[in-house]
C-alpha cells in the first residue's frame, strides 16, 4: 500500500504532450505551419505588428530558416518605413486661431460684414437687371 500514483495506460504519456509540440518537431514544413501562413497574410495586409508577433514565434520554431530570416527582413524595411513616414506628419490639424486683441476681432469682424454688404447689393442688383 504504497504511494503509488495511478494506472496510466500504456502509450498515454504520449499523446498527452502531442497538443504542445510544434508542427517543426514533427517534420512538418514551413510552409504548412498555420502560423506561417497567417504570418503571410498579415503581411499581404500591411498588419505589420502582428506579422512581426507571428514572425518572432516562427523563428522559435524554425531557427536558421532562410525564408523566415528574408521575412523578417522585409518586415523591418516596411516597418522603418513607416516610422520614419510617421514621425514626418503633424500629430494633427492645429486648429486655426483668432487673434487675441481684441481690436483685430473687431476689424476681423467690420470686414466681413463689409464684404457680406458688398455681395448683398451685387446680388441685388443681378436680380435687378433679370426683372427689366
Not at 497538443?19 to 506561417?36: C, I, M, N, R, V
Not at 531557427?63 to 516596411?78: D, I, K, N, T, Y
Not at 516597418?79 to 476681432?105: D, F, I, Y
Amino acid at each position: 500500500m504504497g504511494m503509488e500514483g495511478p494506472e496510466v495506460p500504456e502509450g498515454a504519456e504520449a499523446r498527452a504532450g502531442e497538443g504542445t509540440t510544434h508542427p517543426a518537431q514533427h517534420g512538418a514544413s514551413l510552409e504548412q505551419d498555420a502560423l506561417y501562413l497567417q504570418a503571410l497574410e498579415h503581411v499581404q495586409r500591411g498588419r505589420w505588428v502582428e506579422a512581426e508577433d507571428a514572425l518572432a514565434e516562427l523563428l522559435t520554431r524554425y531557427p536558421g530558416s532562410v525564408e523566415l530570416a528574408r521575412l523578417q527582413h522585409e518586415l523591418a524595411l516596411h516597418l522603418s518605413a513607416e516610422r520614419t513616414w510617421l514621425a514626418g506628419l503633424p500629430r494633427r490639424w492645429p486648429k486655426p486661431e483668432l487673434p487675441r486683441r481684441p481690436t483685430v476681432r473687431v476689424l476681423l469682424a467690420a470686414n466681413l460684414v463689409l464684404y457680406l454688404l458688398v455681395a448683398t447689393l451685387w446680388l441685388l442688383s443681378c436680380v435687378r437687371q433679370l426683372v427689366r
